[in-house]
């Protein structure tokens, strides 16, 4: 690389372009109820978690305008980095991820992204609801 600063100068440019990969519509709308209430919940897909322990795999939702509503519930010290989403993540938005494990028993989990960063990444934060 050295050789290649000192060969080209200036007139190298790169630009990391991986976001665009993460600029996806949803692939289907579904309806969940959170704290008795109905939301609309925009389907991002499912990621294989074969390479984790006791799992098989996680999909991903954002409740739409479900922020207001949740946001002064409990917060759990549970963070998953954005880069872990297969969208892009906005301040403000709600997710449910419901994790399988191979026994094929179901675990959800319901995160906000409320600026937080987690070890320098922002990341979204588990909350606990009922």
Known sequence: MKWTIEHYGDNIYSEDLSWIAKDIEPSRVDYI???GKEYVASYFG??????FKDYTYREFW???DAYEDVKDL????NYLPYDNYPMLIEAGQVFVISCTRTDGSMEREYHLSNGQKW?????TQQFTAD
């Open 74 to 77: 409990p917060l759990a010290d």
């Open 62 to 64: 954002r409740l739409e």
């Open 119 to 123: 070890e320098g990444m922002y990341s």
């Open 46 to 51: 499912r990621q294989d978690l074969n390479g």
């Open 33 to 35: 109820t959170l704290q």
